[in-house]
């Protein structure tokens, strides 16, 4: 979903855990670094695990 589009099309449940499963991936990668998620960045990472947000959304919010 872009901003100029109102709503974004369903994800599958399929889809939604793969989602899941890259921002857990990430997650525990920042947090190998000695890092952890801001708020926001936590925030933000859940919208596009629900399908809220696409992907180029999520890597680059200021978009």
Avoid: Y
């Avoid at 899941?20 to 936590?42: I, M, Q, Y």
Wanted: glycine letters at 4%; a negative charge; hydrophobic letters at 40%.
């Amino acid at each position: 979903m872009s901003k100029d589009t109102e709503t974004a099309a369903p994800i599958t449940e399929a889809e939604r855990r793969k989602r899941l499963e890259a921002v857990n991936f990430a997650r525990a990668s920042v947090g190998l670094e000695g890092f952890k998620l801001s708020e926001a960045d936590e925030q933000r990472a859940a919208r596009f695990v629900v399908g809220e947000i696409d992907l180029s959304e999520f890597v680059n919010p200021e978009r």
